[in-house]
């Protein structure tokens, strides 16, 4: 056990369907960055870039084109980012098939509103 819940939680508890509608349980509307207070799939993406020192997809996709994902779905049916390159030198980091941001580190994933 890694300490991680399954989808839609934050701290082991299962997410309000207010925070489930939006992106990681905050809005995107405004021009600041804010915290993801509960795991989506999407923050779980985010904070694979994020480890890696990127924003977002939008800033890696510009380098190195869209991030690879795993060909097979983890057992919730996502296919998450398998493997990133480094911000800093470009050296690989290779990433689980399943859920690897832990309840703990779900605050530490940052959302840019999407540019408009």
Known sequence: DLG???????????CSMQQRGQVGGVSRSGGAMSRAQCWTPEVEDLYRLQFCGWRDVAEYAEKYGEPQRWEQPDEG???FISKVQLKANGYFTYWRKY???QDRDVMKVKIYPSPS
């Open 4 to 14: 991680v819940a399954s989808a839609g939680t934050v701290g082991g508890k299962p």
């Open 77 to 79: 049916g996502h296919f």
């Open 99 to 101: 859920r690897q941001c």
